[in-house]
């Protein structure tokens, strides 16, 4: 599921249709959108942390966050790949990465 359509499934399931009339991928017009009072607007906490315009206001959400991973090859993978995917496997197991906002359009 996209970003977009994440969006819109969790206004369907709080009981509302959110009027979009603006749309961008890129943070900084998204950012300027709600600056100029034209809306709300979603975006990882990581985008937000990179540039992040005067006078927004940010609040994190608690959305789920899908994470998936993907690899070439059949298994057994290569040493630093087993690696990899076992320590992201350990650190979601533990919960120690936060939610941050979930992502979508202006």
Do not use: W
């Not at 630093?80 to 906002?101: H, K």
Request: charged fraction near 15%; proline fraction near 7%.
């Amino acid at each position: 599921m996209n970003c977009r359509q994440e969006l819109l499934q969790h206004c369907a399931d709080a009981g509302f249709t959110p009027p979009i009339a603006y749309t961008s991928d890129d943070i900084i017009v998204k950012q300027a959108f709600v600056a100029a009072g034209l809306g709300v607007t979603t975006m990882p906490g990581l985008a937000l942390r990179s540039r992040h315009l005067d006078g927004v206001q940010a609040t994190e959400l608690s959305a789920v966050r899908r994470i998936y991973l993907a690899t070439y090859g059949e298994p057994p993978a290569p040493p630093a790949t087993a690696a990899f995917v076992e320590a992201l496997q350990r650190v979601l197991r533990s919960g120690a990465v936060g939610t941050g906002a979930a992502c979508g359009s202006a």
